[in-house]
């Protein structure tokens, strides 16, 4: 595995293309031989062989992470193989291989039936469910049902010794508590127990817009405590002409989305009515529907919208005005021409944890680190009004507080431990070309500092090089102590994705 401590080797364009690469394109290792196991069964079997040899393996899902942690150049295990999905009904529970994407979890649960109460916000649903369970799992839903980690009912896990365990908050305890948020270090996860809920079928979703700081920041932590709403999420823009203006007004523009889950039929106006209540917005917007998924707009007037929308639709940069001008040059004979290849951008995503009471200090400092590392405008772009209009995705979530007792607290999760009620996630992810990806990786470490001076912490899928303090800080020494106490019982040689975090196999 690679991380950005250790000197990266430099970069192979080749290897790179050919997928020895994650999403961040940041690090490429190219192993030594890459291994597909068809079951569980010989996938412990060579774990085993491994171990034996003291050789060491990385696991390898989607590699939707962007920190090399699924790179190595020794064994790459690649679980593609290990998908399949089946729903008990009865016990509204899904069991999913490691390799079961997203959209095959909530198919098997026959959404919109029933529905996973947290699912990521992912073009098509195709990342997969033992990788979101190993570094965490977040979505629009979690300001009411916490992180994924508190709905994964059990796992099954392959260890390098070749032991199958089944463990759950009641059985083997401790392998399931480290195994969630756990970047697979002491065993490797072969099934997941997702619990599911009945779910409704529409949606009613109000933009509130804000020029006042305060008012913003008052309405946000309201909206993230209310039990009528099913997802909240605040947005900001930071770059872009609109943004540009309105600075220039010295107007702070801020959205809060908030969603309701509804029945089909019931009254949008009504329901519209009674959340419009309880908020001090200075102007209300309402999703519509688009033409598919992918394309939702903006109205004047409440409207309900299929829920499919919420779980599919990943609103990407759709820009209408590039849209146009392509079709002024087409009517000339001629092609626009964009000198940026998107798929070759680089994304040194820097995703932030926040406890609300230090929010307010935590948002302008990164908002000034963004701005001065110019990366306010490669910022991931969500289209709104049909791609009239372009918003950097620079989103703040809230993660509910689910556990009553501390030693209830999943010690890996992305819970912040001392919170009343809620954790504030902040998405930063830049995407941009190589040329630029040093700005990237210079504001991704002042980003770090910044959360974790603001006694906050990264979330760890994303581009990190923290310090041995920093690690300590994130985990705190109690939980250090046992994970490695397990990661000494289940893999005393350390060959099991060794470095995913760091300075812990060192
Ligand atoms: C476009 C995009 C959208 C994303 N959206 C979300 C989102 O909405 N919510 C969210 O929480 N995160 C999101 N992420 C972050 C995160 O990368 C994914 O949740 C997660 O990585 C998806 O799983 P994967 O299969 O890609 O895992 P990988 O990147 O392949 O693996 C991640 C880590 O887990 C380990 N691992 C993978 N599978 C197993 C296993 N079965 N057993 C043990 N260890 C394993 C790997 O070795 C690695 O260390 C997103 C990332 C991207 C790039």
Redesign the pocket.
Same mark, same amino acid.
């Given at each position: 595995m690679s991380t950005s401590s250790e000197a990266s080797p430099p970069i192979d364009d080749a290897a790179v293309e050919e997928g020895h690469a994650?999403?961040g394109r940041i690090h490429f290792r190219i192993p030594k031989e890459t291994l597909q196991p068809e079951s569980e069964q010989e996938l412990a079997e060579t774990l085993q062989a491994k171990a034996a040899k003291g050789e060491a393996v990385?696991?390898? !899902?989607?590699?939707?992470?962007?920190n090399g942690?699924?790179l190595t150049d020794a064994t790459q295990i690649d679980?593609s193989r290990l998908a399949g999905a089946r729903f008990d009904e009865a016990n509204r529970i899904v069991y999913a291989g =490691?390799a079961a994407s997203w959209d095959s979890v909530i198919r098997t649960a026959q959404f919109p039936r029933y529905a996973p109460p947290i699912f =990521?916000?992912?073009p098509g649903q195709q990342?997969?469910v *033992? /990788?979101?369970a190993?570094? *965490? *799992?977040? /979505?629009f839903y979690c300001s009411k049902y916490g992180g994924f980690w508190n709905h994964v009912s059990s796992l099954r896990l392959v260890t390098m010794g070749g032991e199958i365990i089944d463990c759950s908050p009641d059985t083997n305890a401790d392998l399931f508590r480290y195994s969630l948020g756990g970047? *697979?270090r002491i065993g490797?996860?072969t099934e997941v127990g997702v619990d599911v809920l009945p779910s409704k079928p529409k949606i009613l979703a109000l933009v509130l817009v804000y020029w006042n700081d305060e008012t913003f920041h008052r309405d946000l932590k309201k909206a993230l405590d209310d039990p009528e709403l099913d997802g909240v999420a605040a947005q900001q823009d930071l770059s872009g002409w609109e943004a540009r203006v309105l600075r220039v007004l010295g107007v702070d523009l801020k959205l809060i989305v908030v969603m309701r889950e509804v029945d089909d039929g019931v009254d949008a106006e009504a329901v519209a009515d009674e959340i419009r209540d309880r908020y001090d917005e200075e102007l209300t917007l309402f999703v519509e529907a688009g033409a598919d998924v992918t394309g939702l707009g903006l109205s004047r007037k409440p409207e309900l919208f299929d829920k499919e929308y919420v779980v599919y639709f990943t609103p990407s940069e759709q820009s209408w005005w590039s849209g146009l001008w392509s079709k002024i040059l087409a009517l000339f004979g001629k092609e626009s021409s964009s000198t940026v290849d998107v798929e070759k951008l680089c994304h040194p995503w820097t995703d932030c944890l926040v406890a609300p009471e230090r929010y307010e200090e935590f948002l302008p400092g990164a908002v000034e680190i963004i701005h001065r590392h110019g990366m306010a405008e490669h910022l991931e772009k969500e289209s709104f009004i049909n791609g009239l209009v372009d918003i950097d995705s620079f989103v703040t979530f809230g993660i509910k507080r689910r556990w009553e007792r501390p030693e209830d607290r999943l010690p890996l999760s992305l819970d912040l431990p001392d919170v009343e009620k809620f954790t504030l996630g902040v998405a930063v992810m830049p995407n941009v070309t190589r040329d630029q990806l040093d700005a990237g990786i210079a504001m991704s470490r002042e980003l770090t500092d910044h959360v974790y001076a603001c006694g906050g912490r990264r979330y760890l899928?994303g581009t990190h090089d923290l310090t041995r303090e920093q690690v300590e800080t994130h985990y705190g020494r109690s939980t250090l102590d046992r994970w490695q106490a397990l990661k000494d019982e289940h893999d005393p040689h350390h060959l099991l !994705?060794i470095g995913?975090i760091e300075h812990l196999d060192e």
């Open positions: 994650d999403y990385a696991i390898r !899902n989607t590699g939707h992470s962007t942690q699924t679980i =490691p =990521p916000n992912n990342i997969r *033992g /990788g979101t190993s570094v *965490g *799992g977040v /979505g970047y *697979g490797v996860i899928y !994705n995913v």
